[in-house]
């Protein structure tokens, strides 16, 4: 299905109804609805196809790692992020140089959500599901109690992070450089009216 260009206040109600500490704050949507990636893909600067460790296969998912044990562990993200290039942090803030992703999980320690840090510090990236791409200035606005709606994404369990040389080794810096320039011709239709 190809992306749909929703009305901004039409998207902004439907996410901010599954997100409602959203409606306290200020964000931004950054791309047309696309059901054709998720939050992981996402924040790996894919938007071919969504990411998930299955070994399902009716499921239209994919893993690149190769590891043949399911593991939708903190642990097992952070491994499979580790060739990516990314490490361990214990800082949320923006550092220059650096490329940031959060892991979200519930108590048990299942990984639910990803969000990638905005390349300039200006907050934080999610695709909330099959949801638009947005930018929410801090973490906790897309926190969330799982018992008090369907897709509740728990607490920020993880922090990762890449030097921007390992985003480019991997060719995602240049990924994430076209999806913002693709997504900037949006956000400017959306301005002056055309969606």
């Known amino acids: 299905m190809p992306p749909q260009f929703r009305p901004s206040n039409v998207a902004?109600?439907?996410?901010?109804?599954?997100?409602?500490?959203?409606?306290?704050?200020?964000?931004?949507?950054k791309s047309?609805?696309?059901?054709?990636?998720?939050?992981?893909?996402?924040?790996?600067c894919?938007?071919?196809?969504?990411?998930?460790?299955?070994?399902?296969?009716?499921?239209?998912v994919y893993w690149p790692f190769d590891d043949p044990i399911v593991d939708e562990s903190i642990s097992g993200f952070t491994k499979a992020f580790?060739?990516?290039?990314y490490k361990s942090c214990d800082r949320r803030d923006f550092e220059i140089g650096y490329q940031k992703?959060?892991?979200y999980a519930l108590n048990n320690g299942q990984v639910t959500h990803m969000a990638r840090q905005h390349f300039c510090g200006r907050g934080w990236l999610s695709k909330p599901g099959e949801l638009e791409d947005i930018l929410h200035r801090d973490l906790e606005s897309i926190e969330g109690d799982p018992?008090?709606?369907?897709n509740g994404y728990g607490k920020v369990a993880q922090i990762l992070k890449r030097s921007w040389l390992a985003a480019l080794f991997n060719r995602?810096?240049?990924?994430?450089?076209?999806?913002a320039f693709k997504f900037f011709w949006y956000r400017l239709a959306q301005k002056v009216g055309f969606v």
Do not use: M
């Open 101 to 103: 992703v959060a892991i």
């Open 32 to 44: 047309p609805y696309d059901v054709d990636y998720q939050c992981i893909a996402w924040a790996a």
């Open 12 to 29: 902004r109600a439907n996410i901010e109804s599954y997100f409602p500490a959203l409606s306290n704050v200020n964000w931004i949507i």
């Open 46 to 60: 894919r938007t071919d196809r969504k990411w998930w460790p299955t070994d399902n296969t009716t499921f239209e």
């Open 82 to 85: 580790s060739l990516l290039g």
């Open 172 to 179: 995602c810096l240049l990924r994430c450089l076209w999806h």
């Open 147 to 150: 018992a008090a709606t369907w």
